[in-house]
């Protein structure tokens, strides 16, 4: 059945209206690119005019047009914006990202030294907020997932961030992660620090980072220095965050990739690259990822979780077609208890941040079970059970949309 621009509405409707609300006469910019389907720009557009937002679109080319998936990794989602789009940003109240471009890898890490910007520039000195959308093709638009109860999925956020701190117990620094998943991954890591947004403060109840559609608990797994770098094991996957890849395995140590089985031509590019940037340098570089406890771009950077129960992967419906198949495929990673890996270093041209992806992972921090085979602890607690009931049926509400099969495949 076709999908109409009516149909999308309730979606983005939910995201003007409770994910990142705005006051009316402010302006807001809708970043696109070549291959963004113009209804999803409509879409939001209308959503945001709505709510008394006075929206501009600004259309940027898309490099990942026909490729691969480990093409669009390095051409799309660590693509430099261009430099009039980093001018459009700084003068909107609300910069809302519908690219594939990624945000974090585009401005702080391809283009460190072109754009000279700290991650909380655009915040503290030209006062942008930044909504990270991880709905942008049309069957998630028409979902419940664009549709959940946005401060439901707030709370969930807290209670999994919560749980993931009660496990740690105060000591990141002497905690032990290990995390195993039905493909074969097995892995410990000692020590970490939590992703976070750092000092970037709310102001007059305003969120300056804003997300739709997404919550996720992460951690930077070589924090902290200059101990870290402790993970030790092997990572199983057959999926990175643009699409399938045969399987894949990646064996861990000293906190990097030292060597890969399978995985076709995408593992024996990985390796090339991280041979020639081995030396890469990562110093000074201003990354949610922060930076690499030595030169090279083949370190586990980031380890990542969902908490959205209604989330799920699109597939390859829109394959070939740049930044819209890095959407439809990556929304499988903001499920709940599903689990990945980044993978990188370096800044400027030799910056990479690439992500293995693991469906059914069970992750224990000290012994504690934060995820057990894919399903997200907290989901079965009761009281996030009476909270959900305030909202709806909390077996529906808390129960996983999507399940890929095992192995997953496209």
């Known amino acids: 059945m076709t999908i109409r621009l009516s149909d999308m509405m309730k979606g983005t ?3 003007a209206r409770n994910a990142c609300p705005i006051t009316e006469g402010e302006s807001v910019l809708l970043i696109a690119d070549t291959t963004t389907d113009s209804l999803i720009v409509d879409a939001y557009r209308i959503a945001y005019e709505s709510e008394g937002g006075y929206v501009t679109a600004i259309t940027i080319p ?4 026909g490729c691969c998936s480990s093409e669009i990794t390095n051409n799309t989602l660590c693509g430099p914006y261009p430099e009039v789009l980093i001018e459009a940003m700084k003068a909107a109240d609300l910069c809302i990202n519908l690219s594939g471009y990624a945000d974090m890898h585009g401005i702080y890490g391809t283009g460190f030294s072109k754009y000279g910007l700290h991650p909380t520039d655009f915040w503290c000195k030209y006062h942008t907020r930044m909504l990270s959308v991880a709905i942008s093709n049309k069957e998630a638009l028409t979902s419940d997932w664009a549709t959940y109860p946005n401060d439901l999925l707030k709370y969930l956020n807290f209670k999994a961030h919560e749980h993931l ?5 105060g000591d990141p620094d002497h905690a032990v992660m290990h995390i195993t998943d039905l493909q074969g ?3 410990t890591i000692k020590g970490f620090k ?3 947004k750092g000092e970037i403060k709310n102001e007059n109840g305003k969120d300056p980072i804003n997300t739709f559609g997404t919550e996720q608990v992460g951690m930077i797994p070589y924090e902290p220095k200059p101990n870290g770098a402790n993970a030790e094991g092997v990572i199983v996957a057959t999926s990175i965050h643009t699409g399938y890849v045969p399987e894949m395995k990646a064996f861990v140590k000293g906190g990097r990739i030292v060597a890969m089985e399978g995985g076709g031509a995408v593992a024996k590019e990985w390796m ?3 041979e020639k940037g081995k030396n890469a340098s990562a110093e000074g570089r201003c990354t949610t990822f922060g930076v690499s406890p030595g030169p090279g771009i083949n370190w586990i950077e980031e380890i990542m979780y969902g908490v959205h129960p209604r989330a799920f992967r699109l597939g390859y419906k829109y394959r070939y077609q740049g930044s819209e198949t890095f959407q439809a495929w990556v929304g499988g990673t903001r499920r709940s208890g599903v689990l990945h890996f980044g993978i ?7 910056y990479r941040h ?3 992806e693991v469906f059914f992972p069970t992750l224990t921090v000290n012994g504690e079970v934060l995820i057990k085979d894919g399903r997200l602890m907290i989901l079965d607690d009761p009281e996030v059970i009476k909270e959900a009931a305030k909202y709806g049926d909390p077996d529906v509400l808390l129960q996983e949309k999507w399940i890929p099969e095992m192995p997953p495949l496209d």
């Open 165 to 169: 701190l009660n496990a740690i117990g």
């Open 354 to 356: 690439r992500d293995m």
């Open 272 to 274: 090339r690259d991280f």
């Open 62 to 65: 898309a490099a990942g047009v």
């Open 185 to 187: 991954t097995d892995i």
């Open 194 to 196: 939590m992703c976070t």
């Open 13 to 15: 409707l939910n995201c």
């Open 344 to 350: 990188g270093g370096g800044k400027d041209e030799w």
